[in-house]
């Protein structure tokens, strides 16, 4: 079975930076699934933080590119979300998510075009404050 174990979150000031890690077992990258990270705010809706797929073609939202950057260990085993120049915008419970498992479409990414998304980590807090 695929297992998702998000690490890294935590609290900071504005301007700081934090690099979360996604642990995963059980999950084939060479099937040329993606793997992504996502974010929910309280009241708000769960959105598509960045992707990379099975080409290493990574995709990532607007609002976070340039600071942020996903990438994917040798062995396809771990994920990483490296966060700079953190805002109090960016303060969201953080999910690792991979292709697979029968999900819906979760969202459409470009370029890579990533969006079947139906693993999911149980999430990491990330807290930025002002």
């Known amino acids: 079975q695929v297992h998702l174990a998000e690490s890294g979150g935590g609290s900071v000031q504005a301007g700081g930076s934090l690099r979360l890690a996604c642990a995963a077992s059980g999950y084939a990258y060479s099937a040329q699934y993606c793997l992504g990270w996502f974010r929910q705010a309280p009241g708000k809706e769960r959105e598509g933080v960045a992707s990379?797929?099975?080409?290493?073609?990574?995709s990532y939202e607007d609002s976070v590119k340039g600071r942020f950057t996903i990438s994917l260990d040798n062995a396809g085993n771990t994920l990483y979300l490296q966060m700079n120049n953190l805002t109090p915008e960016d303060t969201a419970m953080y999910y690792c998510?991979?292709?697979?498992?029968?999900?819906?479409?979760?969202?459409?990414?470009?370029?890579?075009?990533?969006?079947?998304?139906?693993?999911w980590g149980q999430g990491t807090q990330v807290t930025v404050s002002s």
């Open positions: 998510a991979a292709e697979g498992g029968g999900g819906d479409l979760t969202a459409t990414m470009t370029p890579n075009g990533c969006g079947y998304f139906g693993h």
């Open positions: 990379i797929d099975a080409y290493g073609l990574t």
